[in-house]
T-cell receptor
Framework: EPEVTQTPSHQVTQMGQEVILRCVPI?????FYWYRQILGQKVEFLVS????????KSEIFDDQFSVERPDGSNFTLKIRSTKLEDSAMYFC?????????????FGDGTRLSIL | SQQGEEDPQALSIQEGENATMNCSYK?????LQWYRQNSGRGLVHLIL?????REKHSGRLRVTLDTSKKSSSLLITASRAADTASYFCATAGNTGGFKTIFGAGTRLFVKA
């Protein structure tokens, strides 16, 4: 069964540094998402992406965050100047449709640790 | 206030027992989905119920949806130790933008 893959599995970065988290969604999916999960807490929506543009973003997704689909397969999340509170698991997901009538398929996440 | 709040927050049962988890939400939805998360892993989709459906089954899972009460329940019958995980409900609104909101989850522990 096709999978969403995320790299790296664990990223350790100094505060203030830029970090790029990478995701390869399922190949025939058209809708892409990033979520964040602080340890022991709920999964929080960050952003959805369709047709090469952001469809919706949450209040968490401020100017420090950006997403990109640089080629036909990768989907990236960039944090420009990381803060301690950015430490969390970041999950990428993709779906065949965007209205929620198709399930989202999640990767296993990238654990981001900001020092 | 949060969309998609589950209760209980944690549930511990014996293998073979049934587990029931509840979810409440606040806004209009297109559908409601339940996901499972094993520790340290991504979420896995379990079942989707549309806003015009009242009940749905998939194997040992039974989901109900009451749109008048803005609530849903997930029942796992004949639980197994392997069902130990966190379970989340998620709602997709009808406002466009493809935003899905997850609840805080129920941590289920099934004792062998």
């Amino acid at each position: 069964e096709p999978e969403v893959t995320q790299t790296p599995s664990h990223q350790v970065t100094q505060m203030g540094q830029e970090v790029i988290l990478r995701c390869v969604p399922i190949s025939n999916h058209l809708y892409f998402y990033w979520y964040r999960q602080i340890l022991g807490q709920k999964v929080e929506f960050l952003v959805s992406f369709y047709n090469n543009e952001i469809s919706e973003k949450s209040e968490i997704f401020d100017d420090q965050f950006s997403v990109e689909r640089p080629d036909g397969s990768n989907f990236t999340l960039k944090i420009r100047s990381t803060k301690l509170e950015d430490s969390a698991m970041y999950f990428c997901a993709s779906s065949a449709s965007g209205d929620g009538n198709q399930p989202q398929h999640f990767g296993d996440g990238t654990r981001l640790s900001i020092l | 206030s949060q969309q998609g709040e589950e209760d209980p927050q944690a549930l511990s049962i014996q293998e073979g027992e049934n587990a029931t988890m509840n979810c409440s939400y606040k806004t209009s939805i297109n559908n409601l989905q339940w996901y499972r998360q094993n520790s340290g892993r991504g979420l896995v989709h379990l079942i989707l119920i549309r806003s015009n459906e009242r009940e749905k089954h998939s194997g040992r899972l039974r989901v109900t949806l009451d749109t008048s009460k803005k609530s849903s329940s997930l029942l796992i019958t004949a639980s197994r130790a392997a069902d130990t995980a966190s379970y989340f409900c998620a709602t997709a609104g009808n406002t466009g933008g493809f935003k899905t909101i997850f609840g805080a989850g129920t941590r289920l522990f099934v004792k062998a």
